[in-house]
């Protein structure tokens, strides 16, 4: 039996980088949350990929969710942009 070679992409695990990720955003139906994540890629240095993030109301109006993909350099970029949004009080979860 052979020993797996840990550099051989194939048995890399996790996120690459840099790459292609999404991004998604939930919070209260009254918050502006689609310019909030717009603000938030741009103060993280990411490249939004798709010219208009994805949108949706809960059933219940309740709650929002912002969807949106970006390109990130490094694990820290993601990160960071993942733990401003997750401050912000009108967020309830990111994914």
Same mark, same amino acid.
């Not at 949350?33 to 939004?48: C, K, N, Q």
């Not at 949706?56 to 309740?62: A, C, D, L, T, V």
């Not at 733990?83 to 994914?95: D, M, N, Y």
């Given at each position: 039996?052979?020993?797996?070679?840990?550099?051989?992409?194939?048995?890399?695990?996790?996120?690459?980088?840099? %790459? +292609? @990720?999404?991004?998604?955003?939930?919070?209260? #139906?009254?918050?502006?949350?689609?310019? /909030?994540? =717009?603000?938030?890629?741009?103060?993280?240095?990411?490249?939004?990929?798709?010219?208009?993030?994805?949108?949706?109301?809960?059933?219940? %109006? +309740? @709650?929002?969710?912002?969807?949106?993909?970006? #390109?990130?350099?490094?694990?820290?970029? /993601?990160? =960071?942009?993942?733990?401003?949004?997750?401050?912000?009080?009108?967020?309830?979860?990111?994914?």
């Amino acid at each position: 039996m052979t020993t797996p070679d840990p550099d051989s992409p194939a048995d890399v695990t996790g996120f690459v980088f840099p %790459g +292609r @990720f999404e991004l998604t955003v939930m919070g209260d #139906a009254d918050a502006d949350l689609l310019a /909030l994540v =717009a603000s938030e890629m741009r103060a993280a240095g990411v490249e939004r990929l798709e010219c208009e993030p994805r949108e949706k109301i809960s059933s219940g %109006g +309740r @709650f929002r969710s912002i969807s949106a993909s970006f #390109a990130c350099v490094s694990r820290q970029q /993601l990160e =960071a942009l993942h733990a401003a949004l997750k401050a912000h009080p009108a967020v309830k979860w990111t994914l």
